[in-house]
């Protein structure tokens, strides 16, 4: 049996429950992966690989892969965006 523990964090390091949680999950005796999902969550991602009793660590990049299903439009502008991403902005056709 395999527990999967979803990770606690604030992009920057993982919350104590989260540690608690896999504390807790070492008793059952079987495989741990901690799910680490968020943009930008590189540095959660390795703390989690270092904890003790973890075998695997899984990133969810989510919001890019959100992102990605709808890339901004360089001509309107449309599309889904990070926020603060600025948009280099194409001039449209010339009648």
Known sequence: MTVLVIADHDNEKLKDSTLNTVTAATKF??????????????????????????DKELV??????????????????????ERGQFVLRKEGKKK
């Open 29 to 54: 005796n079987s495989e741990i992966h901690v799910l680490v999902a968020g943009y930008n969550c590189a540095l959660v991602a390795n703390a989690a690989a270092k904890i003790n009793g973890v």
């Open 60 to 81: 969810s990049k989510t919001a890019a892969d959100i992102k990605n299903l709808k890339p901004v439009e360089p001509y309107k502008g449309k599309g889904i965006k």
